[in-house]
Nanobody, 115 residues
Framework: QVQLVESGGGLVQPGGSLRLSCAAS????????MYWVRQAPGKGLEWVSTITFTGRNTYYADSVKGRFTVSRDNARRTLYLQMNSLKSEDTGVYYCAKNERGEGRGQGTQVTVSS
């Protein structure tokens, strides 16, 4: 079955960077568009980014555009999210998923941006 395992979160100061990873198994990763979504404390899931199956096209929420970069390595079945210039409002649990609604997401990785 679909398994997505996120990692790479942590505590970082405002302005800092983190790189999240997502290891995928149980489905055809190389032919699937992939998504990052997040959930801030007390709020619902928010779409963050999409990458097409080739990796040629990427899309971002306005709130992260210019600061986050999504990428993928199909040979390693791994999705990445490079997060720069982090802000306190980026705090939350980050998930990789099979669609913008968070389908198939794993346990997530906690990102906390705080001084």
């Amino acid at each position: 079955q679909v398994q997505l395992v996120e990692s790479g979160g942590g505590l970082v100061q405002p302005g800092g960077s983190l790189r999240l990873s997502c290891a995928a198994s149980g489905f055809s990763f190389s032919t699937s568009p992939m998504y990052w979504v997040r959930q801030a404390p007390g709020k619902g899931l928010e779409w963050v980014s999409t990458i097409t199956f080739t990796g040629r096209n990427t899309y971002y929420a306005d709130s992260v555009k210019g600061r986050f970069t999504v990428s993928r390595d199909n040979a390693r079945r791994t999705l990445y999210l490079q997060m720069n210039s982090l802000k306190s409002e980026d705090t939350g649990v980050y998930y990789c998923a099979k669609n913008e609604r968070g389908e198939g997401r794993g346990q997530g990785t906690q990102v906390t941006v705080s001084s």
